[in-house]
């Protein structure tokens, strides 16, 4: 059956429907499934926090990557290019969380 025959109807409470605030998300991998940590770095602080993990099953993450790229092409196409430091992207600072060795 398709989907658009039978629509998914998706809640969000007020607390949820906020957000949280992230500028860093770590991802880690085994055979099994996907990690991503959503981490909050604040300056000057000694510490960054994660605020939210997200487990994904390796054909929803591909699916996750697809939308993202969807969408991001189509921001791009109002808004502009976004442009990323120099590296593509890559953070200006030592993290070192452990895992096996993901990269956002």
Known sequence: MSDKNNPINIEINDEIAQGTYSNLAVITHSASEFI???????????????KSRIILTPDHAKRLLLALQDNVSKFESTHGTIKLAEGGGAPNFPINFGGMGGEA
């Open 36 to 50: 991503v940590d959503f981490v909050r770095i604040m300056p000057g602080m000694p510490k960054a926090q994660v």
